[in-house]
Structure formats: structure tokens, C-alpha cells
């Protein structure tokens, strides 16, 4: 017997798929982007050859496609380094570590973007390096990063599609056995993709709202 | 077993026709998405609402829903309705439709970056409005968008991968026969991912080359 009608539990499997891609999405973010603000941090303060490693490292994954650094990860590491790994696992490795490539390359020229004059004020003032770095660089910095962070966002939000090739059951995976049971790809697909673009406009009206309040001090309040 | 890349040699013709393969898909696409992106973006700069409004909405879409999401609608979708095409032209259709929506953005910033004088110019000297956009604006905006256009580029190259999902067996389809037959993934993705570094890295290299040759004459006006 074959199911080919759609039922009432293909929107909760839809919903289990949304859930898996929201789950790596956050999870990859969140360990991407720390990890990429130590990179950048390491580039700020010019640690010796650790410094070439990042930049270089950040420039490799960059310049490859995911699904390529994907494979990489999930039939290259285990084979080579006699681990297991989940599909899951190797999708949070690769997710995060192409987040902190991004996230460093903005961070870098956020941090760039701060004149001297303000760091060299600063210190006039007695602030220790680190209060510099919290107080004075990371509030400018971060109002100037979180737009392209923004943008940053929503294009990882479709790259997590990818992890569907290596077997994890995200949105789009779901698609794919909804696809293949009921035949009917517009339907499925038109689903998928809009369930996407409505998350990928969340993201972008998430952005916006913090990018205005973080940017608010410069508004002109009158006099 | 070690990190060993000897074992490659004797597959290198194999991924050479897949390189070859990645290049046809790719030019095909890049003429197809500066086509679409040419249309599109005289669509978003025309007086028209409906033109501005519908263009809008098909960049919106196409920038926010997964590359493989809209590759599968079409490659599941075409013979749904009777269009029955290899996998190699429906890669090339999906590849320039979701181009084109970011080819048009980087054609329709030079369109409004032209000064108004030169417009009025041309609507003095009483050329048809076709004739103005034919040879005065859209000259002008190419010349000055051939840089962010090698972007669009670039990502086009890393986007290609996605077409090895159907079946296509370009660079990383014939990566994945070579890791299957050889049972050594690693070394075959690590390779493959420093290729395309290198083939992304040749891309931006002509596009910048092209660009100080078609601007050698502006030097100080475009920076």
C-alpha cells in the first residue's frame, strides 16, 4: 500500500525538519561566530604565525564550496582520524567553522573601522588593553558588523540546506521524502521554499530591529 | 593509512573532465544570470511601478530560499510538466535564475550610480529611450559593476557544487566517484577544496584584470 495523498502529520514532519535546521542554524551560529571573534581578536593583537594560520585558514573556507568542505568533514575525518561522527556532528563542525570564517573577515573590518585617534585616547586615559577592547571597540564595532552580520545570517540560514546531502533530516531533507512519496514537487518544494523565506525574513527583521537600537545613540534627538 | 596524495594520479584525467564540466556549467550560467540580470535590473530602474514591484519580488524570492531547494523544484518540477531536459541544462537554468537575482542587484547599483547630467544629455541630444539604455547607461553601469560582478562570479563557481545532488558529475560529482572507488575521502576532498580555492582564486584574478583593462582610461574617476 502506498501513500501518495498528503497527510495532517506531514506538517508536524515539516515542522521537525524546520526544528533541525533552526537547531544547527542557532547552535552553528553561536560557536561560529565566538570562534571567529577569536580569530579576529588574534589578528587585533597580532599574535606571531597564529595570526598568518587564521587568515589563511579563514581564506581556504572562504574560497570552497560547503558541500565540498561537508564531505571533507563527514567521509574524510573519520577515515583518516579512525573517529565516528554523526551526520549531525559533522554539520555543526562544518557549519560553525565556514560561520567563523565569515564572521572573522567582518569582525576584522569592523575592529579596522574605529579611527586610532579614539584607541590612542583611551590609553592617554590609563584604560588597560582589555577595558579598551570591551568599552570602547566592541559597542562601535558591533553597531558597524550588524549589518553585514544580518546578511551574513540569512545566507547561513540556506547554506544549513546543504547538511540534507549527508543524510540529516532538516527542512529540506523532509522535502525530499515528502517529494519523493507524493510526486508532486510543486507543492512540496513551493512549501519548502517558502517556510525558508519566511524564516530568512525573520532573521532579516531581527537584524534590523537590533542593528536600529544598537545605532540609536546616533540619532539626532533634537536640541 | 597516512595523508597520502599519491594515490590520485592515476584519477586525475577523470576530474580534469569534471573541471571541464564545472567550466561549460558555469560560463553557461554566468552569460544566462548577466542576461537575466541585465533585464531584471532595467525592470527594477524602470518608471514603471508594476515592472519596479514584480522585479523586486523576483529578487526577493530567489535571494531567500535555499540554492537546492529551488534546484530540486526545477529538477523535479521540468518533467512534471512535460519538459523533459538533462540534468546539465536544468543546472544551468537553475544556476542563472538564482544568478540573475544577484547579477541584477550589482548591474542595478552602477544604473543608479550614473550621474543625472549624463542622462539629461542623452534626453537632450533626443536619443530614443531604448537607445539610451542600450548605449549610454548600460555601458557605463557594466563598466563600473565588472568588480562586484566577479563576486557574483566566484560564488557562482562555489555554487556549482550544489548540481552534483542531481546527478551531474561535474568537479565534485567526479570527486565523489574517485573517494568511492579509491576509499581514500580525505585526500580526495582535501584536494578538491584546495582546487577550487585556486580556480576561485583564478576567477577574481581575470575579473580584476578585466577590470583595469576596460577602465584604464577612467583610472581616476573609478577608483
Not at chain 1, 547552535?27 to 599574535?47: E, H, K, N, Q
Not at chain 1, 531533507?173 to 512540496?188: D, S
Amino acid at each position: 500500500m502506498r501513500y501518495t495523498e498528503f497527510t495532517p502529520y506531514d506538517i508536524v514532519l515539516l515542522l521537525q525538519g524546520l526544528s533541525v535546521t533552526l537547531w544547527l542554524f542557532v547552535a552553528s551560529t553561536l560557536i561560529g561566530g565566538a570562534l571567529g571573534l577569536g580569530f579576529a581578536v588574534v589578528r587585533y593583537y597580532r599574535v606571531l604565525l597564529l595570526r598568518q594560520l587564521v587568515h589563511g585558514l579563514a581564506e581556504l573556507l572562504k574560497n570552497s564550496p560547503v558541500l565540498v568542505q561537508l564531505f571533507l568533514v563527514f567521509f574524510g575525518l573519520p577515515v583518516l582520524m579512525k573517529i565516528n561522527l554523526t551526520p549531525s556532528q559533522a554539520a555543526l563542525i562544518t557549519l560553525s567553522g565556514n560561520t567563523a570564517a565569515f564572521v572573522y573577515v567582518i569582525a576584522v573590518s569592523a575592529i579596522e573601522a574605529i579611527s586610532r585617534d579614539q584607541i590612542e585616547a583611551a590609553r592617554v586615559f590609563g584604560l588597560t588593553r582589555w577595558t579598551i577592547l570591551r568599552r570602547v571597540i566592541a559597542p562601535q564595532a558591533l553597531a558597524f558588523a550588524i549589518g553585514p552580520l544580518t546578511g551574513l545570517l540569512v545566507n547561513q540560514l540556506q547554506v544549513t540546506s546543504l547538511i540534507s546531502v549527508i543524510g540529516v533530516i532538516d527542512l529540506t531533507k523532509v522535502g525530499h521524502i515528502l517529494n519523493l512519496r507524493t510526486l508532486k514537487p510543486f507543492i512540496v518544494w513551493a512549501v519548502v521554499g517558502a517556510l525558508y523565506y519566511l524564516t530568512a525574513k525573520a532573521v532579516a527583521y531581527a537584524g534590523s530591529r537590533l542593528e536600529r537600537r544598537l545605532r540609536a545613540h546616533t540619532d539626532w534627538k533634537g536640541v | 593509512m597516512g595523508f597520502d596524495l599519491s594515490i590520485l594520479a592515476k584519477h586525475v584525467p577523470f576530474l580534469l573532465e569534471g573541471l571541464w564540466l564545472t567550466t561549460v556549467v558555469c560560463l553557461g550560467a554566468l552569460a544566462g544570470s548577466i542576461v537575466l540580470g541585465i533585464v531584471v535590473a532595467a525592470c527594477r530602474t524602470a518608471a514603471s511601478p508594476l515592472a519596479r514591484r514584480l522585479s523586486a519580488i523576483y529578487v526577493d524570492v530567489f535571494r531567500n530560499i535555499p540554492f537546492i531547494v529551488q534546484l530540486f523544484f526545477f529538477y523535479f518540477g521540468l518533467p512534471e510538466v512535460g519538459i523533459y531536459i538533462e540534468a546539465a541544462p536544468t543546472g544551468i537554468i537553475a544556476l542563472s535564475i538564482a544568478g540573475g537575482a544577484y547579477t541584477s542587484d550589482v548591474i542595478r547599483a552602477g544604473i543608479l550610480a550614473i550621474e543625472p547630467g549624463i542622462l539629461e544629455a542623452a534626453e537632450v541630444s533626443g536619443l530614443t529611450r531604448r537607445k539610451i539604455f542600450t548605449m549610454v547607461i548600460l555601458p557605463i553601469a557594466l563598466r563600473t559593476s565588472i568588480r562586484p560582478l566577479g563576486a557574483v562570479c566566484v560564488n557562482l563557481v562555489l555554487t556549482s557544487s550544489v548540481l552534483s545532488t542531481i546527478t551531474l558529475n561535474e568537479l565534485t560529482g567526479s570527486a565523489k566517484i574517485v573517494a568511492a572507488e579509491t576509499f581514500r575521502p580525505f585526500e580526495v576532498y582535501a584536494a578538491l577544496l584546495i582546487a577550487y580555492a585556486c580556480l576561485t582564486y583564478a576567477v577574481s584574478g581575470l575579473f580584476g584584470a578585466l577590470h583595469r583593462h576596460v577602465n584604464r582610461h577612467t583610472a581616476g574617476e573609478v577608483a
